[in-house]
């Protein structure tokens, strides 16, 4: 790998002597390729052999950094567990799902979910695509975590059994978020928002046949103990769906800042638009599970409770109100500005990432090498800064 790669592995394992081999192999690729592509080879040879290649030449092309390099193989990372978990709720939930229940369940959010959540699967599925073909493109190494595809899938019907990254069975889900956006106040001045519904150690999907037995009817409200189990579990997924993507659109928002090429900022702004819409759609449908007529299902295994929200009377709860509201930005003496926020290293960079999704439970259940590697990917973008002007 490109940011470390004198001593050690992507799993904090001190590296082999091949390893080392490898790493500088492609140090060596890197160096070679972005000469070749900024100056073409016909002119870098005449450069070279008239003596005018000054040092400082090679900043003035658009080849991607070390940073730029180091930022997009965090997205990659981050990307390639978006998709295992959005794989997960398309087995169970999306356009072909396989668990009826939880389909229905979901559809009382909203009649389309099934066909977003494969959607949304699609895009983060082209998203680790792609940018691990742009880093191999660039001579810099690809990210793969298949070595952590370790934890347990679901055991409802639906569900393939294979190896998992992520653990959807038993979430914190934070959703502060919802406040955050109905707020006039930015965590980037260190404003703090409350919970819209509180979520611990809830599965977003279902676990097994037994807790929620297949063919089960989804009326609204859900009206025996079964129904009202999967219907609190597709509602803590219409929230976690919000949750995920609203880190996303803040995370591109971020790493935006620190991109150097043009063409790695075209990418984190094209791909972190994406997440945005994403968000905004996620935002409008959790809004379903917290209003009338399917507002007030308490999960009997876990006593999660959706409430009305709109019966607080309150803007910072109004479930129609999914427009992100003007708010604090860069300074509190300009005007109030609707933006995405937070847009901080500290608040909603690479390693905030990491530690809002491990609060999440997303991660549990994962190996210590699984968070080291997770986390020097995430310092190494976050150490990342803009080059050029
Ligand atoms: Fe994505
Ligand atoms: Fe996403």
């Known amino acids: 790998m490109l940011e470390d790669a004198s001593t050690t592995t992507n799993d904090g394992r001190a590296a082999s002597p091949a390893e080392q081999d490898l790493d500088g192999h492609w140090n060596r690729v890197i160096g070679r390729r972005a000469f070749l592509r900024g100056a073409g080879v016909a002119g870098a040879t005449a450069l070279a052999g ?40 398309e087995e169970l939930g999306g356009v072909n799902g396989g668990n009826s229940s939880y389909m229905l369940a979901l559809e009382n959010l909203d009649g389309d979910m099934p066909q977003y959540i494969s959607d949304n699967t699609d895009d983060e599925r082209s998203h680790a695509a792609f940018l691990n073909a742009y880093l191999h493109s660039q001579g810099a190494m690809p990210v793969n975590l298949d070595r952590f595809r370790t934890l347990p899938s679901s055991k409802a019907t639906g569900a393939k059994q294979i190896g998992r990254l992520t653990n959807l069975m038993s979430l914190n889900v934070d959703t502060s978020w919802y406040t955050r956006y109905r707020s006039t106040k930015n965590p980037d001045f260190g404003a703090s928002f409350p919970q819209a519904v509180h979520i611990h150690n809830q599965p977003a999907i279902p676990l097994n046949n037994q807790d929620t037995p297949p063919g089960t009817g989804q009326p609204v409200p859900p009206t025996t103990r079964h129904a009202r189990r999967m219907q609190a579990i597709a509602n803590a997924a219409g929230f976690h769906f919000a949750m995920i993507e ?31 819409d994403h968000f905004a759609v ?62 901080t290293t500290q608040n909603s960079g690479a390693v905030a990432a990491v530690r809002a999704l491990t609060a999440d439970n997303l991660f549990q259940g994962q190996t210590p090498a699984f968070f080291r590697t997770l986390m020097r990917l995430a310092q190494a973008a976050d150490a990342a800064h803009r080059t050029r002007v």
Not at 314 to 326: A, C, G, K, R, V
């Open 50 to 89: 008239s003596g005018l290649l000054a040092a400082g030449a090679a900043a003035s092309v658009d080849t991607p950094t070390a940073g730029d390099i180091a930022i997009l193989r965090f997205l990659c990372a981050a990307e390639i567990l978006e998709t295992d978990l959005w794989e997960q709720y």
């Open 246 to 276: 609203q880190g996303g659109s803040s995370l591109y928002t971020t790493m935006s800042l620190k991109a150097s090429s043009l063409e790695v900022l075209r990418i984190i702004v094209s791909i972190g638009g994406v997440e945005v």
């Open 282 to 343: 996620w935002h409008d449908k959790a809004g379903n599970a917290v209003a009338q007529p399917l507002a007030g299902v308490t999960d009997p295994e876990t006593g999660t409770h959706f409430p009305d929200l709109n019966a607080r009377d309150s803007e910072l709860f109004q479930t129609n109100l999914i427009f992100p509201e003007p708010c604090d930005f860069l300074d509190k003496g300009l005007p109030a500005c609707s933006v995405i926020r937070p847009s």
